[in-house]
């Protein structure tokens, strides 16, 4: 591992071959503050108190969720770091993870359209206790697009008390407006 830079999340595949000693192993070696699991499939896995929590994926989903977890990453207008991340985690243990995106000229409908997408997918949520998005974009959302997707967001929990923490970053693709979200449900 002397080739991989250091970590503040440290992220692995859940699967038969972790137990605690692994893990510690990984933390240490990774030098991270705390380890996320990524459950890729229908594996029942233990949970282990050296886990802050886990994110249900996709496989393809994998690397997004890795990256919306790299706080060292370069952030434009709404920027996060460790702390909210392991303020997010303490709010429950099991995440799942949704993206949307949409391509096109017109930044406005791009927000539009993706945000009621990511609504659509967010609605059959229940009592959701803590949310992550995650907002991607050519260049710098304006205020008004960060007003739009987070009061689209937030009238839609019914959980008053839920907590909910933002991000921003740049993408180099063209053209396209992604959101991705993390979200705790009680």
Known sequence: MDYYPKSAIG??????????????????????????GLQIGDYDFERLDIMEGVVKCQ????????????????????GIDVVDIKSLFECGSLFQFIQVSAKGESETDLI???THNLVDQLSTARNTKALFIGMESVQSLPLEAFAYISEAVESLLSNDDA??????????????????????EE
Do not use: Q
Not at 11 to 36: H, N, P, Q, R, T
Not at 60 to 77: G, H, P, Q
Not at 163 to 184: N, V, W
């Open 11 to 36: 992220c692995f595949i859940i699967s038969g071959d972790w137990d605690e000693e692994a893990l510690v192993g990984l933390k240490e070696k990774s030098g991270a503050w705390f380890l996320v």
């Open 59 to 78: 496989p393809d989903e994998v690397n997004e969720v890795i990256r919306m977890l790299d706080v060292k990453s370069a952030s434009t207008f709404i």
């Open 112 to 114: 539009k359209v993706t």
């Open 163 to 184: 907590s909910i923490y933002y991000r921003s970053s740049m993408t180099d693709e063209p053209h396209c407006f992604r959101l991705k979200a993390l979200y705790a």
